[in-house]
């Protein structure tokens, strides 16, 4: 049953389909996230005749002001409802004009602005789901679109400059004769012999130990919460708790660490998302013989906790991977250890004290290192390794809840897809990073939305890389992947030079403690990645780590 966020919605867009009445008459007013960016639009709609006036904000993601939408939406032939909307975010800015289509199906689509931006119109009822700020040009001016035609010769000199108003590295790029600084590093100075004194951007990435050598920091996940903040799950092994830290400041300089599910997990995994009510839900395998637990809690802080056992079977919830879905409720992909079967079980509530599980995938044994995302289309998608072939399969929902799928094999050169993470492009096309075994750390790019097929290369060749992966797409729209394995332990981040990865740069960051895994990275407010992993000094000896990155490539 559609919430009635989403039923408002419905009845919205079928009303835009139809005639309209002669008096100007409110629609309601509906929020969508411009994802991958963090930025919310909140618009109402009026209708008046046959046209339909929007009126908004943009919130900039949580800033302290707000930008103006203004704009129209009408019924496209084929069916979707478009969008024209224009932004202002600073006074006396040329305007920003943005473009949305949205389909009766999924209640989003894609949108583009006229400053080279694009990615998905999501419906969002409830927080956003992360992301970094969406570009905007200084004064709204699109790039490229002043050349020196507009220029008279002498109308640019110091006293019409603001200080800093001309950064080094745009400097570095237009110099004639001088060449450029590399991507992710910024012009210092010229020297004495014409060339170029080029610095990285940002500093080295810092590394804070959150909690001390006591078993804790195993299985961690990371995502950003209110306030812009990291939010990580993760176990103590030595008790079986699961708990859930809060940091206080952006590079967890400080936090809060609390138990949320005492004495009951079973898995070296956790998988925690924002809900759709703002506050932390994980989701992991608990019991002696192994199930599926969701702690979802009632507050930011988790001072109190809900946590139920939501798929009871026997030897399921192994590789738990949960996302909040397009309904605004949680999605769970799991393994099936006596069944060998991947199934994904569907939150009935935000809660999640009861759900419903599919068995979406059972050719043999599959559902191993199962990572799940929403797709451009508004369903899961799901990766995961066929054990019995040794290849990387992807399973599409076939509707919100997940009771129907089609799953297909998209990598098969060798031993490939274990340790899988999955994440949606900017082009709203899936990527997973996965291990090549015996060849380093692989990525395959989807080429649909239901990634029938996909397109797959080895991106960092060094034997014992590429453990242990987590993906996510950076402030600058390209992908970085933390993985496990690195020489002399800590671990390795590799950051993708294009959309589609065709080359990347790979680096060790973190002390080189042994044994350090587990990596879970996510991008915080400012920009950077932040990435939270567990160091096995021994035994049960376990402390989690987080990896504050310094600059857009941690590098």
Request: hydrophobic content about 40%; overall charge negative.
């Amino acid at each position: 049953m559609r919430g009635p966020v989403t039923g408002m919605v419905v009845a919205a867009v079928f009303a835009m389909m139809g005639s309209g009445a002669a008096d100007a008459q409110t629609i309601g007013a509906f929020r969508w996230q411009l994802q991958p960016f963090c930025n919310v639009v909140t618009l109402t709609i009026v209708q008046q005749g046959g046209q339909y006036h929007v009126d908004g904000t943009d919130d900039l993601c949580g800033a302290g002001r707000l930008a103006s939408v203004v704009g129209r939406a009408f019924p496209n032939p084929d069916g979707t409802i478009g969008f024209g909307l224009t932004t202002v975010s600073t006074t006396g800015a040329t305007p920003i004009h943005i473009d949305a289509r949205i389909s009766l199906a999924s209640l989003g689509g894609p949108w583009t602005d006229s400053a080279g931006n694009s990615g998905i119109f999501v419906l969002t009822p409830g927080a956003g789901n992360g992301g970094g700020v969406r570009p905007i040009p200084a004064g709204g001016i699109a790039p490229g679109s002043i050349t020196s035609a507009h220029l008279a010769a002498g109308a640019v000199t110091s006293a019409v400059l603001a200080p800093g108003a001309i950064s080094p590295a745009l400097v570095a790029s237009s110099v004639s004769g001088l060449g450029a600084c590399p991507v992710g590093q910024y012009l210092r100075g010229v020297q004495s012999n014409g060339s170029l004194l080029c610095q990285p951007i940002g500093g080295l990435a810092s590394t804070v130990v959150v909690a001390p050598p006591n078993g804790a920091g195993r299985g961690p996940s990371a995502v950003i919460g209110p306030g812009g903040l990291p939010v990580i799950s993760h176990i103590e092994p030595n008790t079986s708790n699961v708990r859930v830290l809060r940091c206080a400041n952006t590079a967890c300089q400080g936090y809060s660490d609390v138990v949320v599910d005492a004495g009951l997990a079973r898995g070296n995994h956790t998988s925690l998302a924002i809900g759709s009510d703002g506050f932390p839900i994980v989701a992991f395998q608990a019991g002696n013989f192994g199930n599926l637990r969701v702690a979802h809690c009632n507050d930011v802080a988790c001072a109190s906790v809900t946590a139920t056992t939501v798929d009871p079977t026997s030897g399921v919830g192994d590789y738990a991977s949960l996302a909040i879905g397009s309904d605004g409720l949680a999605i769970i992909s799991h393994f099936d250890d006596n069944g060998d079967n991947l199934r994904v079980t569907h939150c009935s509530n935000v809660a999640c004290t009861n759900a419903v599980t599919t068995v979406v995938d059972t050719p043999g044994s599959v559902g191993y290192f199962s990572s799940i995302a929403i797709g451009a289309d508004n369903l899961a998608i799901v990766s995961h390794f066929d054990a019995a072939t040794f290849d990387l399969r992807v399973t599409h929902c076939s509707d919100t809840a997940c009771t129907a799928a089609t799953s297909a094999t998209v990598d098969s050169a060798g031993n490939v897809g274990s340790h899988a993470s999955i994440v949606i492009g900017t082009d709203g096309l899936a990527m997973v990073a996965h291990l090549e075994a015996g060849n380093g750390l692989r990525v395959s790019h989807c080429d649909t939305v239901v990634c029938g097929t996909a397109t797959s290369r080895t991106i960092d060749a060094v034997n014992n890389l590429g453990y242990e992966t987590s993906i996510a797409i950076g402030s600058d729209a390209l992908p970085i992947i933390a993985h496990a394995g690195s020489v002399g332990g800590g671990i390795r981040v590799t950051h993708c030079d294009d959309a589609l990865c065709a080359t990347a740069t790979s680096s060790n960051v973190g002390p080189t403690e042994l044994g350090g895994g587990m990596p879970s990275v996510a991008i915080g407010s400012d920009g950077f990645p932040v990435i939270a992993w567990r160091t096995l000094l021994t035994n049960f000896n376990e402390s989690l780590q987080i990896t504050k990155c310094l600059s857009v490539r941690c590098s």
